[in-house]
């Protein structure tokens, strides 16, 4: 499901550093309502570009009074008609926003999956209105586990993750979901990042076959996910058709997979 093109997003890049500054002990127990606050008021303290990527990231140190910790900011919010990209590929109607971050987020969550990304919410800073995203304190990205060859401690629940993560990559139509963007904690949760090249408005799907089964709470919400629910929630940073993409993509996931338990059988397609 990786494209041969990869583009470390400056997300990917910094997160798998912040371990080095917080440690599961030092990071702050806040649940998703006191990040959000967090996030949309606490002051900036400190920031630095990062090296990494090419979507201009920030981190920034940031402080409510209370408790200090990091965020990613992003800004990118690109428009061309055609993108031509270095390996000769083309793309009509090509975006690169920080938009997209965010409308993830909520998207996820309305599928039970918004623990498995950041904490994410718009904000304006330094001029800019970007997404602004909890750091995370994570080990390792994607690439190098698999540069390293490092075995998941439970393999069987790390590939229930990575199942997860490859339907709502076809969902949203993730042009770039490379190894970089998957991240990994110290008690192996994957964390998925960075959908700034997400949401296209196509209506296939990018790569089915990498669905080959999915979890039986994701495929329930799938079936109800609701058009207007999804644009009142994506409302900011989504048009009509790009949620009318998402919709026509459910369609087909949801058919997919009933049709792999039409020949396979569900014990060999969904789990719990």
């Not at 409510?64 to 008609?81: E, P, Y």
């Not at 001029?127 to 586990?145: A, H, N, Y």
Request: with cysteine; hydrophobic share 40%.
């Amino acid at each position: 499901m990786f494209h041969k093109r990869y583009r470390l997003t400056a997300c990917a890049a910094v997160a798998c550093f912040a371990c080095a500054f917080f440690s599961a002990a030092q990071e702050p127990q806040l649940n998703e309502g006191q990040m959000r606050d967090f996030l949309l008021t606490a002051e900036v303290l400190s920031w630095k570009e990062v090296s990494k990527g090419i979507t201009g990231t920030q981190r920034l140190t940031m402080s409510d009074g209370k408790i200090t910790h990091d965020a990613s900011f992003q800004s990118v919010d690109l428009a061309k008609n055609i993108e031509t990209f270095p390996d000769g590929r083309t793309e009509i109607n090509f975006r690169d926003s920080y938009r997209y971050n965010i409308a993830a987020y909520e998207l996820a969550k309305l599928l039970g999956l918004g623990d498995m990304m950041p904490v994410t919410v718009e904000r304006h800073w330094n001029s800019r209105t970007g997404s602004l995203s909890w750091w995370l304190p994570v080990k390792m990205d994607e690439e190098k586990r698999l540069k390293n060859k490092i075995t998941p401690p439970d393999v069987d629940a790390w590939n229930k993750q990575m199942y997860k993560m490859r339907v709502f990559s076809q969902l949203v139509y993730d042009t770039d979901r490379n190894l970089g963007n998957v991240l990994i904690s110290e008690d192996w949760h994957l964390w998925m990042i960075d959908f700034t090249r997400a949401f296209r408005r196509y209506t296939e799907l990018e790569n089915p076959k990498n669905l080959v089964k999915c979890h039986r709470q994701l495929l329930e919400r799938l079936r109800k996910l609701d058009a207007v629910e999804v644009a009142a929630k994506t409302d900011k940073w989504l048009i009509e058709g790009e949620v009318k993409g998402i919709m026509a993509r459910r369609d087909k996931i949801v058919a997919l997979f009933e049709d792999l338990i039409a020949k396979k059988g569900e014990k060999e397609v969904i789990y719990d």
